[in-house]
């Protein structure tokens, strides 16, 4: 029975009767979304006028790519992208009828695009967060095509999107997409979890004992947070139904993140380091997801589109057309910059500028004024603190003094970064977000960006530093510095002063190639504050003045002087952007097939990206490449004699030629038959060894004394007692070591037949101030003076020369004409070298009594390796800091 429902009506109320709702806007929109702008009802705080720009971007989009059914617009910070990105919304939500989903990297963004939308007269509605939490009035004006809905990338990729009707897509600040797109089907494995020490047990033999007892063991001096570790593809399918088994048991956001990835185990790469396990597709399988595929166009908008192909790796996407930046925006720029390098500056009493040292523990009881950083940042009430990861951000609040209450963040879902921008003083802490924050006008003009953003998680760090393929991550970090130096300059009226530290920044931004590829304005900025900042400290506390305050001095000495670096500035691509761009295309295609387990069909397109990744500068990434396709045609074939055995076989072989001078593929995928030692270096280095432990270090007396002094004279500064401490280490590790006669020679050099090393020793300095020209262009040459002294015409491929000291920042004159084969390292990484050696030393000595050389050499070998100080393990651990970059 139908229920009856009374209601009754008070005459005297006089209610004005209610009326039916009328349609206010017509059911065909404007011919393109640049007209449409004409016929949006104006508000107060709309915009009066299409700029230039925006018109011809619009103009461009409506003639040429209103159907192309993936487009990326670039328009710089500061251009008005936003404005862009709804009237195409708008028009095609209007026009074409579509249901249109406007997606923001986070919930702050999301809520600001809002903001615009209403600005502007244009229909929307916030569905953010859990969709149990959305009002279902405006999710009703979405479905029926009333409003955009305006979200965040998480409520597109994840396991049951509530907007999978969306007819188009559209993702703002696209250029920051990688993490939050790849986030999706990326499952972390945190080591305080039951789960981490499992995944070894699932993983059984397949992964070395000795590299197992350095993850799992306790924190100590020895443990090395650095290291990171590739499992092999096919250890990883074999024992697919045991790490099924352990990860079924993650509970909560572990669980749904395994939920996108369990039914393709096998088609993840499984990265692991003292923190976790990282497990992911390298790049994200998005085909095979249909709130993304589904609608008719998804179009990106970014500040910066790059030239390396890193939108389509990070959408998944093989063809995605652009727009690019209008060509007279990049002289343009977004607001006023003034870049301050603390550790460039000239000493003054004041205290030193590197005492922001994060790496330095009890360092948490400094002052406010904690050196010229905290005299910079205490010119302002507000200031920002962006950093690569968490601890870096709290350690440096601390040393700043910063006190609780003024301490704020962005991890807040709801509130994001607003109560920062509401309050009158504070430091808003920004781990990792160099993207997705808005401060502009007076919310915040100071800023900390400390560090430089290289790895963003496992996958980029074992890129960086096992594989050396830091080409293909220049693109992404050149990203990350020009967003998050613009946080607080998001219009041509803002301004702000950005305090940069910490030497891999400072290097990264001095040098010149670097600087070429970035726009124009910010290299006039960058350029102009590499020269001021070499001024004394005091003065540039009052430069940074003049630039918060935009006085007399800065318009009349630093605009002109900016406006002329402007001018004689131009953009130039990095090598091999080109290259990799195209190739692209084709690793989406491989990963494509990888993910559906078409084996055979992912190893052919990875062959394709391997003929054609030819630049000599792409080497270690084309060896990751061969690797990738040896082990899916191992995968996909039926026995070992069948064409798919036989080609793994050869491009396992291929991806060992191209992984020349780095270990990371003999821990992955060592060829068969192959002993630990099979590199001639380290070979020659095993022979070296077993003659000492037959020869003069046989005696349980003369090993003691020796390993014991060595172990002392690297453990403090003195020159001379440091240098017979190289040269000692040399011997340990199997070189012939000696300290070279005659002037501006090496302190140690360490040689075997296949590979030279000599290392330059300045134990004597302190940590504060600059590596200087002149030991940069001595170190250059030493190599040089051992081939004199061999008669031969060139040091064997692969031999480099070391600079040992506490010193992290370099002269930005000395980066650019440093040698590419000469590295910085701290002392306390050649005594954790030296460690090791020893620890090796004494395992050794238990085993060689009465047993002859030839019998010992596997397990010497062995041994070394396990204790990574074989001469390649030892070359790779020394050459993580390349003063010139790669």
Known sequence: ????????????????????????????????????????????????????????????????????????????????????????????????????????????????????????????????????????????????????????????????????????????????????????????????????????????????????????????????????????????????????????????????RFRMLRENLSSCLFYVSRREFYIRPMIPPTFDHAPFTDPVQRIYLSATLGDAGELERAFGRTDIRRVPVPTAWDRTGSGRRFFIFPELAAPTSMAPADSLDTEEEGENEASPNAGLVGSLLDLANKRLVLTPDDDSASKIADMLGVPGPERFTAKDADTGIQ????????????????????????????????????????????????????????????????????????????????????????????????????PVELQAEITFGLEQSLEAADDLVYLAESALEQDQIWQEDAEPELAKL??????????????????????????????????????????EVIENLKAPGLRPYRALWAYLGSAWSALASTDHASSAALRSADLLRTAHAAAVGTTWLKEVQPLPSTTYDSDPVDEQGVEGVLALLKGRLSSPVNFERQS??????LNQQEATKYEQGLVSLGQFLGADAFKPTGKGRADAAWIWESCWMTVEAKSEQEAEGMLSMDYVRQTNTQLASLTADRDVEEPPQGSISIIVTPRSVVDPDAVPIADPHVYLSMPKLVLDVAHDAVRAWKELRGMAKGVSEEALHVDVARVLWEHRVLPTQVRERLSRDPIRGV
């Open 708 to 713: 014991a002094t060595m172990l002392a004279n």
């Open 566 to 607: 402007r001018r004689g500035a131009s953009r130039e691509p990095q090598p091999n952007v080109a290259e990799l761009a195209t190739s692209a295309r084709r690793e989406v295609r491989a990963w494509t097939c990888a993910w559906q387990q078409d084996w055979e069909s992912a190893a052919r397109v990875a062959i």
């Open 1 to 256: 029975m139908r229920k009856t429902v009374s209601v009754t009506i008070d005459d005297d109320a006089k209610r004005p009767r209610p009326r039916f709702r009328r349609r206010t806007e017509a059911l065909v929109g404007a011919a393109d979304p640049e007209a449409l702008f004409g016929e949006l009802p104006r508000t107060p705080k709309g915009v009066g006028a299409l700029w230039s720009h925006q018109a011809d971007q619009l103009r461009t989009y409506a003639n040429d790519h209103r159907d192309s059914s993936d487009v990326a617009l670039e328009l710089p910070t500061g251009s008005g992208k936003t404005l862009v990105g709804l009237l195409i919304s708008e028009w095609r939500r209007r026009t074409l009828g579509q249901r249109v989903v406007y997606a923001c990297p986070t919930k702050q963004l999301a809520r600001q695009v809002l903001q615009k939308a209403n600005d502007q007269g244009i229909p929307a509605v916030l569905l953010t967060g859990s969709h149990g939490d959305w009002d279902q009035a405006e999710l009703v004006r979405y479905t029926r095509g009333d409003v955009t809905a305006i979200t965040t990338y998480s409520t597109i990729f994840n396991l049951n999107s509530h907007l999978a009707d969306a007819q188009t897509l559209m993702f703002d600040d696209a250029h920051a997409a990688e993490g939050f797109v790849a986030e999706a089907w990326a499952l972390s494995v945190n080591r305080k979890l039951d789960q981490y020490g499992r995944l070894f047990d699932a993983l059984g033999d397949s992964i070395e004992s000795s590299f197992v007892a350095r993850m799992v063991a306790p924190d100590g001096p020895a443990a090395d947070a650095s290291e990171v570790r590739l499992i092999p593809i096919g250890a990883v399918a074999r024992r697919a139904a045991e790490i099924d088994r352990v990860l079924a048991e993650l509970q909560r956001d572990p669980m749904y």
């Open 419 to 518: 109560p920062f921008i509401d309050a009158n003083s504070g430091t808003l802490l920004a781990p990792n977000r160099y993207d997705g924050m808005d401060l502009a006008a007076d919310a915040c003009r100071m800023m900390l960006m400390a560090g430089l953003p290289t790895a963003s998680h496992l996958q980029d760090r074992f890129l960086e530093t096992k594989l050396r393929a830091s080409e293909v991550l220049q693109e992404r970090i050149r990203t990350r510095v020009l967003q998050g130096s613009g946080r607080c300059t998001r219009g041509p009226k803002d301004w702000a002063v950005v305090v940069v530290t910490g030497e891999d920044i400072l290097r990264f931004l001095s040098r010149a190639e670097v600087r070429k590829s970035l």
